[in-house]
């Protein structure tokens, strides 16, 4: 299993269990997440409970909750929304924090796409939703979320350049 984890913070954000695509020529990665029900399960044991005297809505006390996915199994922590300027100054923060952590390629890359990904995230902002790992690090790794049209389902985006392939 391939685990990536933040550069920056250490923090895991995403796995090979939730494929991705490259846009914007890879410096974005695109994750479709899925909502899921976790918690109790009602099991069908085939028994008929008005037969047996019971009421309708008598049974297990359910504690079943709707979550996404990515954001439950890797613990992403929502921030608060971002105003534009707010936003470009996280970007180059995060730009300065993270460029040192970048071989050569990797840092040309960066360089040369990042201002790409950047306009295309603002184009978007009014719409994101913003999430960071656990630790709740500061400079780290933003992950986005937002619901493409007609869709029920968040698709996230991360900075791919910012995570590293941890092999479990």
């Known amino acids: 299993m391939l685990v990536y984890q933040d550069l920056i913070s250490g923090d895991e954000l995403l796995s ?21 029900v976790q918690g109790a399960v009602d099991v069908d044991i085939g028994a008929n409970p008005s037969a047996e005297g019971a009421e309708d809505d008598e049974g297990v006390d359910d504690q079943a909750v709707k979550v996404v996915d990515i954001v ?3 613990r992403l922590q929502e921030q608060p929304a971002f105003n534009k300027k707010q936003f470009v100054s996280y970007i180059k ?5 993270l460029t040192p952590k970048l ?10 796409n990042i201002e790409a990904a950047t306009k295309f995230l ?11 790992g ?20 968040p698709t996230f985006l991360y900075i791919g350049v910012g995570l590293k392939e941890v092999k479990c």
């Open 16 to 36: 090979d269990s939730f494929p991705y695509k490259e846009i914007l020529d890879g410096i974005l990665w695109e994750v479709e997440g899925k909502w899921v």
């Open 72 to 74: 439950d199994t890797f």
């Open 93 to 97: 923060n995060y730009i300065k924090n």
């Open 103 to 112: 071989d050569g390629e990797k840092q040309e890359f960066f360089k040369k």
């Open 122 to 132: 603002l184009a978007k902002l009014s719409d994101l939703q913003f999430f960071v």
């Open 134 to 153: 656990e630790s709740m690090h500061d400079d780290g790794t933003m992950v986005f979320a937002y619901y493409k049209e007609g869709a029920t389902d």
